[in-house]
């Protein structure tokens, strides 16, 4: 792939005026070979192979970013699911798995490290379920560590006994970080049709089906795509989705052409480039504001669900143009504490959390960082990471819920992480009860789609 010099200089204006940067560079680290009867030899052969690797992750992104005046704004690893590795082993091992991985990550200087991860939509192992029992403890015991549970899919249906196990996982989360605004929960992402290849954070893992290694790049660029909408002010909706599309069609080859120079400088495959719209707290990196500048008064505004749908399908179809590499999620994040459109409506009352999970059906992942109080049921956490899942299985994409039940919190509270985590007003949740459905056990069966072969 060619890159005009012109292009290159649009991309550094962009960088400069409209906060467009590289989310991340992901090294996919695959674990496979760590396994052993003894947890000490694992955590050993895990430490030894994430250092020995990702060593020169960080000082090679930062060249790639001098080079090119692009800000990365995270150098991340991700690693095979850890439950693989886990069979055998109670959650007392698993933890101190999880707490070599946290050295690692912190010896090799990367911002997170993810894939202390389970794929049990059609059923649990005994790695499986040590790791999930293990996950609260695992969180807060660690600084860098990210986990997710990917719980139902398109062929499998989804795994109820499992949405009940995670409701209680991020319930105990919430609890062991409470001092710290329950910031265990921002880490902890419950899936649907997970995806093996995502460099997005807390979400990603370094799939079974991956190479040995490889170099993942998630970019990042609502306030690009914001300008570029106020720009067509008054357009109709074929001229408002070309612009978006040139716009993203730009965004994409640039983090292509990023994400392909550390992977050379690595001297590793160059894996996908994720196109997903993420949002930062920044003002104007917002996918809220593109959503206003698109017409509705707010989010939340009827509209609102229509104008996210055909934001996203703009992102994916200029994506496919731009690279033969796209992967992961690729649409547009809708995380309300990471995006400051976002925090606004919820703080006037415009959004609601029954508004989100409409808008999930049409964009990527799902209800994201999205914090409720604390006193918040268990089953009503099972309830809504099963509506999310129904979402994704019948309409067969990738749903998810990272979600912060904040211990001795309530609604007019806020959660406050700084950094791209954010800061997020607690949203109300209904209090109708729907322990009856989530407890009765088993498995929802895969719908009709399923049937494709």
Not at 185 to 211: I, Q, W, Y
């Amino acid at each position: 792939m060619n890159y005009e010099f012109e292009e290159i200089l649009e991309t550094i204006k962009m960088t400069e005026v409209e906060h467009f940067d590289i989310r991340t560079v992901t090294m996919g680290i695959s674990l496979r070979d760590c396994a052993d009867r003894n947890s000490k030899v694992v955590c050993g052969k895990v430490y030894d192979k994430i250092t020995m690797l990702g060593s020169r992750h960080v000082a090679l992104a930062s060249d790639v970013e001098r080079t090119y005046g692009i800000s990365i704004a995270n150098k991340r690893v991700s690693v095979t699911p850890v439950a693989l590795l886990c069979d055998g082993f109670g959650s007392d091992e698993a933890v101190e798995i999880a707490v070599a991985l946290d050295r690692a990550a912190a010896e090799i200087g990367i911002d997170y490290i993810a894939g202390y991860s389970a794929l049990v939509q059609k059923g649990f192992t005994k790695g499986d379920l040590a790791l999930i029992k293990s996950i609260p403890l695992a969180l807060s015991a660690t600084k860098k560590v990210c986990s997710s549970v990917n719980i139902g899919s398109t062929k499998a249906g989804i795994n109820m006994d499992a949405v009940m196990m995670m409701a209680e996982a991020i319930k105990e989360t919430a609890s062991r970080t409470a001092d710290a605004d329950s910031v265990g929960c921002a880490k902890l992402v419950v899936f649907c049709n997970a995806v093996e290849d995502n460099p997005f954070v807390a979400g990603a893992f370094h799939g079974v089906t991956e190479p040995e290694v490889t170099l993942n790049v998630g970019i990042s660029g609502p306030g690009v795509v914001l300008d570029a909408v106020k720009a067509c002010a008054g357009s109709g909706f074929q001229d408002l989705a070309e612009t978006i599309k040139k716009t993203i069609f730009k965004i994409t080859r640039a983090g292509e052409l990023l994400g392909r120079k550390v992977a050379e400088k690595h001297g590793i495959p160059f894996g996908i480039v994720d196109i997903s719209l993420a949002p930062t707290p920044a003002e104007g990196d917002s996918i809220a504001d593109i959503l206003i500048a698109m017409g509705v008064e707010d989010v939340g505004a009827p509209g609102t669900t229509a104008a996210l749908a055909m934001l996203n399908d703009c992102v994916k179809k200029a994506g496919l143009m731009a690279s033969s590499s796209v992967g992961g999620m690729s649409g547009a994040f809708i995380p309300v504490s990471e995006d400051q459109g976002m925090i606004r409506a919820v703080e006037k009352g415009h959004l609601s959390i029954e508004k989100l999970e409409a808008m999930t059906a049409v964009c990527s992942v799902g209800l994201d960082m999205v914090a409720v109080p604390g006193s918040t049921p268990a089953t009503t956490i099972a309830g809504i990471i099963a509506d999310e899942a129904a979402i994704g299985i019948i309409n067969d994409k990738t749903t998810a819920v990272r979600i912060i039940p904040a211990e001795g919190k309530g609604v007019g509270d806020y959660v406050d992480y700084g950094g791209l985590l954010g800061r997020a007003p607690i949203m109300p949740v209904s209090t109708l009860n729907s322990s009856g459905f989530v407890t009765r056990g088993g498995r929802i069966p895969a719908p009709s789609r399923s049937l494709t072969n």
